[in-house]
C-alpha cells in the first residue's frame, strides 16, 4: 500500500516538473509574437508616415511651382524678358519650396520666345523645427516667356465674311483711345466678304474695308496660333468654361482686373465685361451688352441689339483649324464696334509671362 501511494506521488511530482517548461515556452512564444506583432506595426506606419510626408513634399513642390508662375511679379522678379537664372524660396505651412529658374534658349526680340526650366523643391520638416528634414521631392516643368502683342487688322476681322442687317450702328476703325493710327473697319476675306441688306452707312476706316484674299490667304495673314491656343494652351486662362464663374461685381471693381476668360463651346456673353475674351466655338451678343478689349472666337460670332464692344474683334478663327464656318452676323439694331487701342493694350498686357508646355514636366527631377 506504501509503495503505490510512493510510486503514485512521484508520477505527480514529474508531471509537475514537466509542465514549467512548457508554460515558459508557450510565454517566449507569445513574447516573440507580440514584439512581432508591435515590430510590423511600428514598420506600417513608419512606411504610411514615409508616404505622406514624400506626398506633402510633393504638394509643397508643386504649389511652389504654381505660384512662380502665376506670381512671379509678386514675387520680385519684374524683369521682361526674365534674368538668365531666378530663384526664391517660398514658405508653406510645414515646409517650404525652393524654386529656380533657368535659360534654356533666350528669346530673340519678342517674336521668338524663350525657353526656360523651372526646378521647384518642396522641403518637409517634422513640426516647428525647420532644421529637421523628414521629405524632400523635386519637380520641374519647361516654360516659354510670351510677350504681349496682337496684330489688330481692324475693329472686325471677319474670317470667314461678315453680314449686316441695315444701316444703323457703327463699325469704325478709327482709333477712340487716339494713341494710334487707324485701322480697317472690317476686314475680311474676298468671298464671301462683307454683305449689307438695307441702308447706306459703311464701315470706317483705313481702309474701310480690307479683303484679306482667298481663304488660305486669310489664314496665313491672321497671325495668331490659334491652334496653340484652343489645343496647346498658349495663353493661359484666368477663368475657364465650363467650370469657371463669371467674375462678380468686386472684381469689375479693381481697375486692373483685365482676365482672360476661354470658353470651350458656344457661349451667350453673360454680362458686361472686360479683358480678353476667348470663344472656341460660336458667341451671341445680345441686348445690351458691353464689352472692352479682345474677342476670339473660333467659329461665328452673332450680334442683337444694342451692344457696344470697344477693342479688337477676331470671328472665324477656326478656319485656321481647315474647319467651315458660317459668316458672323450684324443683325438687328444699334451696335457700335469700334476699335480702341487703349483697351486692346489692357487685354494683351495679361498675355505677358510663363506659359507652361503640356506634357513637358518632371514630378521626380534629378537636384544636384
Not at 524683369?79 to 528669346?107: F, N
Not at 482676365?259 to 463651346?265: A, E, F, S, T
Not at 467659329?299 to 477676331?314: C, M, Q, Y
Not at 487701342?341 to 513637358?360: E, I, M, Q, T
Request: hydrophobic content about 40%.
Amino acid at each position: 500500500m506504501r509503495q503505490h501511494e510512493s510510486t503514485s506521488l512521484g508520477q505527480s511530482r514529474r508531471r509537475t516538473g514537466a509542465a514549467l517548461p512548457l508554460t515558459l515556452f508557450i510565454i517566449v512564444i507569445l513574447t516573440t509574437l507580440s514584439a512581432g506583432a508591435f515590430t510590423m506595426i511600428g514598420s506600417e506606419r513608419r512606411v504610411n508616415d514615409d508616404r505622406k510626408a514624400q506626398l506633402d513634399a510633393y504638394l509643397m513642390a508643386r504649389t511652389g511651382m504654381e505660384r512662380f508662375i502665376g506670381s512671379r511679379a509678386a514675387l520680385g522678379f519684374t524683369s521682361t524678358p526674365p534674368a538668365a537664372v531666378e530663384s526664391t524660396t517660398i514658405a508653406l505651412p510645414g515646409g517650404y519650396a525652393e524654386v529656380v529658374m533657368r535659360v534654356v534658349r533666350p528669346p530673340v526680340d519678342t517674336t521668338i520666345p524663350g525657353l526656360y526650366v523651372i526646378r521647384s523643391r518642396g522641403v518637409k520638416t517634422t513640426g516647428g523645427t525647420p532644421a529637421v528634414v523628414t521629405a524632400e521631392r523635386t519637380v520641374a516643368e519647361y516654360a516659354r516667356f510670351q510677350f504681349a502683342s496682337i496684330e489688330v487688322k481692324s475693329a472686325w476681322t471677319a474670317m470667314a465674311g461678315l453680314t449686316k442687317n441695315g444701316g444703323s450702328g457703327t463699325l469704325t476703325g478709327y482709333d477712340a483711345c487716339g494713341a494710334e493710327s487707324a485701322v480697317a473697319g472690317v476686314a475680311v476675306p474676298n468671298v464671301p466678304g462683307y454683305t449689307q441688306s438695307g441702308g447706306t452707312s459703311v464701315p470706317e476706316g483705313a481702309p474701310k474695308i480690307l479683303h484679306m484674299g482667298n481663304a488660305t490667304q486669310t489664314a496665313n495673314s491672321v497671325e495668331i496660333d490659334w491652334n496653340g491656343i484652343v489645343n496647346g494652351y498658349s495663353i493661359q486662362p484666368d477663368i475657364e468654361y465650363p467650370g469657371g464663374s463669371w467674375p462678380t461685381s468686386s472684381d469689375w471693381a479693381d481697375p486692373e482686373f483685365w482676365p482672360i476668360i476661354r470658353v470651350n463651346g458656344d457661349f451667350s456673353l453673360p454680362a458686361d465685361g472686360r479683358g480678353t475674351l476667348i470663344v472656341t466655338g460660336n458667341l451671341d451678343i445680345g441686348g445690351s451688352r458691353q464689352w472692352r478689349g479682345i474677342i476670339l472666337v473660333g467659329g461665328a460670332l452673332t450680334s442683337n441689339g444694342n451692344n457696344t464692344v470697344d477693342g479688337a474683334v477676331i470671328s472665324g478663327l477656326n478656319v485656321k483649324l481647315g474647319m467651315s464656318v458660317p459668316p458672323s452676323d450684324v443683325g438687328n439694331g444699334t451696335k457700335t464696334y469700334r476699335y480702341n487701342s487703349c483697351d486692346v493694350a489692357s487685354a494683351v498686357n495679361g498675355f505677358v509671362g510663363l506659359v507652361p508646355y503640356r506634357n513637358a514636366g518632371a514630378d521626380n527631377w534629378p537636384a544636384y
